[in-house]
């Protein structure tokens, strides 16, 4: 309620009330303390839930060639276009497959994380990882290379690393870790 024509009283003036509401809070917390909300990032870390979105990765195969067979269906599906593919020719060696991707980059800043990439990939070759937070001193930086999006692939499926970082594997990746 709005006081019309405030007067403040002597005690007001002194902030004696506010102050004292405060002690009392501050009193009360002390007592009874509430569950800790606050985590001491980046030493700890909180998990991520089934189906988050972070950074990509790329998938390599049982034979630890890369899986993606350079179609271009992410491309095509990602809204941003931040997806850039070159395909060249397999070895001859790799009977599988016609195409692979010589380049494949992700501009980071730009992806929206909307993890059509993934849906629309026929061969399981990229994925969206539990990692967000990954620093760089450039635009430039966070133009994620094959190299860069395979090592992802390395990391996110090491259950020592991830558990270092705090995240638990995807049970989908425990036969892959070494
Ligand atoms: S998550 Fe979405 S925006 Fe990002 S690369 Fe994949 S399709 Fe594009
Ligand atoms: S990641 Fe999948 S969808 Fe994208 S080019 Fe490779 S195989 Fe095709």
């Not at 909300?37 to 990765?57: L, W």
């Not at 809204?79 to 070895?91: D, K, L, R, Y």
């Amino acid at each position: 309620m709005i006081r019309q024509n405030l007067k403040l009283t002597l005690a007001e003036k002194l902030y004696f009330p506010a102050i004292f509401k405060g002690m009392l809070v501050t009193l009360k917390h002390l007592i009874r303390p509430h569950k800790r909300v606050t985590i001491q990032y980046p030493e700890e870390r909180r998990d991520k839930p089934a189906g988050y979105r972070g950074f990509h990765r790329l998938n390599k195969d049982e034979q630890d060639r890369i899986k993606c067979v350079a179609c271009e269906m992410c491309a095509t599906a990602c809204p941003a276009n931040c997806i850039t593919i070159e395909p060249v020719p397999t070895p001859p060696e790799w009977t599988d497959r016609e195409r692979m991707p010589e380049r494949f980059d992700i501009n980071m800043l730009v992806c929206i994380y909307c993890g059509m990439c993934e849906e629309a990939c026929p061969v399981d070759a990229i994925e969206l990882t539990k990692i967000h937070d990954w620093a760089a001193y450039s635009r430039e930086e966070m133009i994620w290379n094959k190299e860069k999006l395979l090592k992802m692939y390395d990391i996110t499926t090491d259950e020592k690393v991830m558990a270092e970082m705090g995240l638990t594997l995807n049970p989908k990746d425990k036969k892959t870790a070494a």
